[in-house]
């Protein structure tokens, strides 16, 4: 069967700019490709679930381009986005809500929808799907957002802002379980485009749902106070680590930091060049034993060689022992180029049993790049093996991040766990020494005046902002 769409009902022609039309007409099957999308939304995975408050999948347009229940809502008319339902795309029932930047860089706005009998203290389940349009920035153009309200209709609280959470087909899922803070009667769900001239955005598939207290998320998390000297190999050095980590493994650790050049540093007068393994090997080895046998993780840094380049490179190892991850230092500083080494050039993150992390290395952490890069692609814990530098800096990343950060030091910073609001709530003060601490990655740290700055970070960043002399 040839699907031919009219693409009127995806973008009436009087709410678009001529850009967008332009774009449309030369390729039909576009509104074939999201049609069949919308049928992909049975299988679209569902979150907690308990007494649904409110619920559309179907949106069918008033007079003058409403829909019932839905607010038009933008501070200005001068900065109001267009605002229509479309019958396509959607998932579920027939139409979806559109917004649309209409040529105005400074169109800013949201269908609103108040939802009430909201009880304080109670956690409420949020889900909504999207699908956009010549939308360069999604994560900062595009928002989902809880308002809660008083029963005067002030605010009550800070705005939610709900983080992504999965793509299916041409649709991506926002959602996220949430406290109603005291004294909220009522809350809006806020559906944006902002500041997007040439974009346009289809929402669908909004919930809203009364649901358990989610259980804690705890992990305990480990670092290492230790700094081999004076060994004849590198093996010898890595084995006073490895003692720590049986002592950790006996404990109940459930993922443990050790520090930066783990096959280097208790071998004087050695570089990289001297001492660089590949990985597997010899090093890894030994940790992925220990691992294996207390069903661990361990995040470790050692001196990679890799055919004819050698890296600073960190290693996770799983529970099974295996190297589940790799990241090579990003962020030399003169001394390692100096002494062959090569820089890395990606950030990955890594996903455990538990949640999302992230490892740095040392100099990584001068920046803020690092952290953030890592941050933005949804780690919770980012690991630091380092050998001396600013604590100043360690907190900081930790904050403006809202991640937990562990350190594992040899001199002028301390082998630490920090929590996201860059306090140190476990350090390894003697030598050798384990610090512990079991931490709940379902925890939100609320600030009173500004709200969950985690999610909040990730959506006011401004990642469409360029400084070309950055990037010579």
Known sequence: MIIKPDFTKILPPSSLPGPVLRYLVPVPALAALLLLAGF?????????RAEVLFQADSFVPQEGGSVEGWQLWSQRQQTRPAFFAAELPSLGGPGSLAISGSSNSSAHGCWLKPVVNIVPGNHYHFEAS??????????????????????????????????EDRTTGFWQTVSGTFRAPDKAASVNIELFLSYCPQGTVWWDAVSLSRVAEPPPRMVRVATVNCYPRNKATPLEGVAEFCRLVDKAGNQGCDIICLGEGLNLVGVSGSEYPDIAEPVPGPTTAMLSELAKKHGMYIVASLGELDNQAIYNSAVLIDRQGRVAGKYRKVQLPREEVEAGVTPGNSLPVFDTD??????????????????????????????????????????????????????????????????????????????????????????????????????????????????PALER
Not at 40 to 48: I, M, Q, V, W, Y
Request: glycine residues 8%; proline residues 7%.
């Open 354 to 467: 538990f949640g999302r992390i992230g490892m740095m290395i040392c100099w990584d952490v001068q920046y803020s790049g690092p952290a953030q890069a890592l941050a933005v692609q949804g780690a919770e814990v980012i690991f630091l093996p380092i050998w001396g530098g600013n604590p100043v800096l360690m907190k900081a990343r930790a904050i403006e991040n809202q991640v937990y950060l562990v350190s594992c030091a040899y001199s002028d910073v301390p082998s630490a766990i920090y929590d996201p609001n860059g306090e140190i709530i476990a350090e390894a003060r003697d030598r050798p020494s384990l610090a512990f601490a079991d931490i709940d990655l379902n925890r939100q740290f609320i600030n009173e005046w500004l709200g969950n700055m985690r999610h909040r970070f990730l959506r006011e960043r401004r990642a469409d902002i360029r400084v």
């Open 130 to 163: 999207f699908h956009t349009l010549s939308v360069p920035y999604p994560r900062q153009q595009v928002i989902a957002r809880l308002d809660w309200r008083r029963q005067d209709g002030g605010r009550a609280g800070q705005p939610e802002y709900v983080p």
């Open 40 to 48: 992909s939304g049975a299988l679209r995975a569902s979150g907690p």
